[in-house]
């Protein structure tokens, strides 16, 4: 995998928050939206997109891309944000958010937009999606593919059965091409996760199901990376990286508090919010 030097860190710094303005500038045109869990994944977002994944956006059909399945649709301003800023289609697009007539659905759909992995809505499906890739990978080029399937989740999707079901069928079959990144950012739409039904062990959890885990911030850069790199060099079982989040990031009237899961700010909290992150400066 490729090295992340100081400079590319900057840039990627500067691109999430490109991607965190486009967050809001769609959500306040669409009027409705997630808003929390879009701005706390930008950065993840922008690193696979940027540097880890193998992908072609002038060539979303190319047979040698990683896949990228978004289990928690509802964040999906985040991935089209992050697509359109990686030149799968205008940026000028995402102002067509949850519209009538869009290919940008309030849940991801394949039917709009045809390069999408998967279409999503009901929470705990997509790791059962990304193990039935990785399994058919598997079986066309063998144990050793270096095609991997990622899957991004949230937290609170966990509280569904389905999410086990797949955790025990992948580490059953020791999928190491599938590499799962958990959004932990301790809330979901009715509150903070452990008082909704609380998740710890969580790692605990994970590895009782055969899996190898790794936790880091999911905001810093050079751990992600060292995580993914980790994780493509495990052989024996698949890999799930915890990645500790601030739900909102990047606005400090949004971070950390769960009523912004599911609401779009309005056209004054938007104007204070992109002027705070226009203020932004790499560190």
């Not at 992340?4 to 965190?20: F, G, H, Q, T, V």
């Not at 508090?257 to 790499?282: I, N």
Request: a negative charge; one cysteine or more.
């Amino acid at each position: 995998m490729a090295y992340l030097s100081p400079e590319k860190i900057k840039k990627l710094e500067i691109k999430a928050n490109d991607i965190r303005q486009s967050i809001i500038e769609m959500l306040v045109e669409a009027g409705s939206g997630h808003t929390a869990g879009p701005l706390g994944m930008a950065d993840i977002f922008t690193l696979f997109y940027f540097h880890i994944l193998k992908h072609k956006p002038e060539d979303p059909f190319w047979d040698e891309r990683d896949r990228l399945v978004l289990s928690n649709g509802h964040i999906c301003p985040v991935l089209y944000a992050t697509m359109a800023h990686a030149g799968y289609f205008p940026v000028e697009e995402l102002k067509t958010l949850r519209k009538f007539g869009t290919r940008l659905q309030g849940h991801p759909h394949r039917e709009y937009l045809k390069f999408l992995e998967t279409s999503s809505g009901p929470l705990g499906e997509g790791l059962a999606q990304a193990v039935g890739m990785a399994l058919t990978e598997r079986m066309n080029n063998g144990a050793n593919t270096e095609k991997y399937i990622y899957c991004l989740m949230s937290d609170g999707e966990l509280n569904e059965g389905n999410s086990w079901e797949a955790i025990m069928l992948a580490g059953k079959n020791k999928l190491r091409n599938l590499i799962a990144v958990v959004d932990r950012n301790n809330i979901q739409i009715d509150g903070f996760t452990e008082n909704i039904m609380p998740l710890e062990p969580l790692a605990d959890k994970w590895r009782a199901f055969n899996w190898h885990v790794i936790e880091v911030g999911g905001h810093n850069f050079d751990e992600l990376n060292d995580a993914i790199e980790e994780a493509q060099g495990i052989y024996e079982k698949p890999t799930v990286i915890i990645a500790h989040t601030i739900p909102g990031k990047g606005v400090k009237e949004f971070e950390r508090d769960y009523k912004w899961h599911g609401k779009a700010p309005t056209v004054e909290e938007g104007e204070m919010a992109l002027k705070e992150l226009r203020d932004f400066r790499p560190v």
